[in-house]
């Protein structure tokens, strides 16, 4: 073989071989972008899920202020209410005793007066008797003495 044809040779695999890392590195070079618009892509992404997040964290932080303040007035209201009612049953039980010793008084005064103001008088049903000892007199047309003519 001649030398020209192995420097041919030589020339030809070396070219093929450079033609073949030029391949290559632009393989990589591609790839290597796709992967940089990949991770871009990642980044954009990982900042709206960020700002979201913190938009839904503030969300969630007004949302349990709001329940504390409802709770905290919800609290005070029933505070309040059981206040009134305690100082309404001190009242209630200041007037029972007030009315207790007002009866009391009463009955010392005059132990024959009823609640309503009237004198109490006892029927002897059995006798016709009342309890001041006065005969009790009964209409003759109503037996029993029951109802009321009109």
Not at 61 to 89: C, D, W
Request: overall charge neutral.
């Amino acid at each position: 073989m001649d030398t020209w044809v192995i420097v041919l040779i030589v020339v030809a695999i070396v070219v093929a071989l450079l033609v073949l890392a030029l391949a290559l590195s632009k393989r990589s070079r591609v790839t290597k972008l796709k992967k940089r618009e990949q991770a871009r892509e990642h980044l954009q992404e990982a900042q709206v899920l960020s700002a979201r997040a913190e938009k839904d964290q503030a969300l969630a932080e007004e949302q349990a202020a709001r329940a504390r303040r409802e709770r905290a007035e919800a609290e005070e209201r029933t505070a309040l209410a059981e206040q009134e009612a305690r100082e309404r049953a001190a009242r209630a039980g200041e007037q029972a005793a007030e009315a207790q010793e007002l009866r009391a008084r009463a009955e010392k005064i005059a132990p024959d007066l009823t609640s309503d103001g009237h004198h109490e008088t006892r029927r002897d049903e059995h006798h016709g008797l009342r309890d001041d000892g006065t005969r009790r007199i009964q209409d003759p047309d109503q037996p029993g003495g029951g109802a009321t003519r009109r």
